[in-house]
């Protein structure tokens, strides 16, 4: 698999960006504008894992062309797009990079798993008064739905 057929394997395995309609199917009120906020957070967080799977089952010398070509993809079908409401993509960057140390550490230093990260999004997503806390455990079950970390692995594991 060459590093452009690896970042549109992971692409496709990424899920796509929720409706508003397919949050009530979880019981999870949401407007559109929330609806983004939540899509940008699945995305961070799927993003993480994807990076990880990249960072260990990938030759070094490959990741980088991984990386930038999934990063097209994600802008052109997610930004482009408006699934991600107001912002663009730049702006996204130091954000999703802040996220993705924040999930790196709860992983490297308090040996979280994938459910707990997953709880950590939900709560995050909570914090920031996107939804109430009485849909926070329906958004986590969302959540585990949504983030397949070990999709991820598996579809790279043949490569490395």
């Given at each position: 698999?060459?590093?452009?057929?690896?970042?549109?394997?992971?692409?496709?395995?990424?899920?796509?960006?929720?409706?508003?309609?397919?949050?009530?199917e979880y019981g999870v009120e949401a407007s559109?504008?929330?609806?983004?906020q939540i899509a940008r957070e699945i995305l961070?967080?799927?993003?993480?894992?994807?990076?990880?799977?990249?960072?260990?089952?990938?030759?070094?010398?490959?990741?980088?062309?991984?990386?930038?070509?999934?990063?097209?993809?994600?802008?052109?079908?997610?930004?482009?797009?408006?699934?991600?409401?107001?912002?663009?993509?730049?702006?996204?960057?130091?954000?999703?990079?802040?996220?993705?140390?924040?999930?790196?550490?709860?992983?490297?230093?308090?040996?979280?798993?994938?459910?707990?990260?997953?709880?950590?999004?939900?709560?995050?997503?909570?914090?920031?008064?996107?939804?109430?806390?009485?849909?926070?455990?329906?958004?986590?079950?969302?959540?585990?739905?949504?983030a397949p970390a070990s999709e991820y692995g598996?579809?790279?594991?043949?490569?490395?």
């Amino acid at each position: 698999m060459t590093p452009t057929e690896a970042a549109a394997a992971l692409f496709n395995a990424m899920p796509q960006p929720l409706t508003v309609s397919q949050l009530e199917e979880y019981g999870v009120e949401a407007s559109e504008s929330s609806s983004s906020q939540i899509a940008r957070e699945i995305l961070s967080l799927n993003l993480y894992w994807v990076l990880a799977a990249v960072d260990a089952h990938i030759p070094t010398q490959y990741r980088a062309a991984i990386t930038e070509n999934l990063f097209t993809a994600v802008r052109k079908a997610w930004w482009e797009s408006g699934w991600c409401g107001a912002g663009t993509w730049d702006e996204y960057q130091p954000k999703l990079h802040d996220r993705q140390a924040h999930y790196a550490r709860l992983i490297d230093q308090e040996g979280i798993n994938h459910m707990g990260l997953c709880a950590e999004t939900a709560s995050l997503i909570e914090d920031q008064g996107i939804i109430s806390p009485e849909d926070r455990a329906k958004l986590l079950v969302l959540l585990i739905d949504y983030a397949p970390a070990s999709e991820y692995g598996r579809l790279l594991e043949a490569v490395g």
